[in-house]
C-alpha cells in the first residue's frame, strides 16, 4: 500500500516570500504520478501541479514549481512570489499508474498554508 | 464548460437515517470518483465507478454504497448513519483510464447528529 506524508501541518509566510512545502511517498511502485492539491475555504480541491515519476525533469507551473527526488521518495512544492490568494490547505498526492482500472488518489494530510499582508 | 456538480451541498440527518449524495461529472468524463474528508482520517477514497462498474473500493463498511448511471452521473449512499459519517464528501471527474488529472466539486457536507 502506498503511503503519503506532509510532516508540516501549518506554515505562514510573508507576501512575496518563498515557501517551500515537503511531502515524501512510500511505495513500491516504479511507474506512478504525484500531485499537488490546493483546497482554498471554498472546499474546491483545485490541481496545482503533477509530476510523472518517469520523467526527471522537475514539473513547473508559473509561481509554483516542484523538486522531486524520486530516490529519496519526496515530493516537494515551492510557491515563489506568494500571493494573499496562495492562503489555502495544500495536499500531496499519489496515484499509481494504471492503463487499466480504477485511478485513486492516496493523499496526505495537508499543509495549511496561511500567506500574510 | 461546467465543472463538478455535488448536490446538495449541505446535509443534516439523524443518526440511523440513510442519505444519498449526488455527483454529475463533467460533461465527456466517464470516470467518477468519491472521497470522505474528515479534520482526523484526512481525504480517503472510498469508490470510483467507470462506464456504471465499480472498479475499486476502499476500506469502507458496506453502509458504503454507490451507483453510476449511463449519462455518468454518480450517486453513494450511506445507509444506518453514524455521528462518524459526518464529513465532507468529494466526487472527483476524469476522462478516461489513461487520464489522471482528476478535477473536484465543491463537496457535500453531510452533518450527522
Known amino acids: ?117 | 464548460k461546467a465543472g463538478v456538480t455535488q448536490t446538495p451541498r449541505y446535509l443534516i440527518k439523524t443518526r440511523g437515517q440513510q442519505v444519498t449524495l449526488s455527483c454529475s461529472p463533467i460533461s465527456g468524463h466517464r470516470s467518477v470518483s468519491w472521497y470522505q474528508q474528515t479534520p482526523g482520517q484526512g481525504l480517503q477514497f472510498l469508490f470510483e465507478y467507470f462506464s456504471e462498474t465499480q472498479r475499486n473500493k476502499g476500506n469502507f463498511p458496506g453502509r458504503f454504497s454507490g451507483r453510476q448511471f449511463s449519462n455518468s452521473r454518480s450517486e453513494m449512499n450511506v445507509s444506518t448513519l453514524e455521528l462518524g459519517d459526518s464529513a465532507l464528501y468529494l466526487c472527483a471527474s476524469s476522462l478516461a483510464v489513461l487520464n489522471t488529472e482528476a478535477f473536484f466539486g465543491q463537496g457535500t457536507r453531510l452533518t450527522v447528529v
Open chain 1, 1 to 117: 500500500a502506498q503511503t503519503v506524508t506532509q510532516s508540516q501541518p501549518e506554515m505562514s509566510v510573508q507576501e512575496a516570500e518563498t515557501v517551500t512545502l515537503s511531502c515524501t511517498y512510500d511505495t513500491s511502485e516504479n511507474n506512478y504520478y504525484l500531485f499537488w492539491y490546493k483546497q482554498p475555504p471554498s472546499r474546491q480541491m483545485i490541481l496545482v501541479i503533477r509530476q510523472e515519476a518517469y520523467k526527471q525533469q522537475n514539473a513547473t507551473e508559473n509561481r509554483f514549481s516542484v523538486n522531486f527526488q524520486k530516490a529519496a521518495k519526496s515530493f516537494s512544492l515551492k510557491i515563489s512570489d506568494s500571493q494573499l490568494g496562495d492562503t489555502a490547505m495544500y495536499f500531496c498526492a499519489f496515484m499509481k499508474h494504471v492503463t487499466q482500472g480504477a485511478q485513486k488518489l492516496v493523499f496526505g494530510q495537508g499543509t495549511r498554508l496561511t500567506i500574510n499582508p
